[in-house]
């Protein structure tokens, strides 16, 4: 199974069988539903999992300590926020990010309002 859908994904493609529980499956289907009305393009279970793993590989994780999933969990958390007050200080004071520094901005409505993306 080869795969050419963007830079993410160069070559090739490996199948993972994931176990998710119900809200988790729901939770995927929406962020695909959210984009399709948003853009017209619905993402895939599976592109919003590779998106997850890119993400995450670009807070420099490593397994190295973890003993449970919800420690790893916490540490994703952890550099989450860690990384969004970095952005914060760059930015300019009120919690965002300098506008054109980031590709992810909600829409200027959802951004006045204080809404979430």
């Known amino acids: 199974m080869e795969r050419r859908d963007g ?14 529980n119900r ?15 948003s853009s017209g393009i619905k993402l895939s279970r599976n592109q919003i ?10 807070l420099n994780l490593t397994g190295k300590g973890v003993a449970t999933a919800e420690q790893f969990e916490q540490r994703i958390v952890d550099a989450i926020m860690s990384n969004a007050r970095a952005v914060r200080r ?27 993306a």
């Open 7 to 20: 830079p993410a994904n160069q070559c090739h493609a490996h199948r993972v069988i994931a176990s998710l």
């Open 23 to 37: 809200q988790q499956v729901d939770f995927l289907d929406k962020i695909g539903k959210d984009a399709q009305f």
């Open 90 to 116: 760059q930015g300019n004071g009120r919690g965002r990010a300098v506008k054109g520094t980031d590709d992810h901005q909600a829409p200027q409505d959802q951004r006045e309002e204080g809404g979430a």
């Open 49 to 58: 999992l590779a998106a997850m793993v890119n993400a995450l590989k670009r």
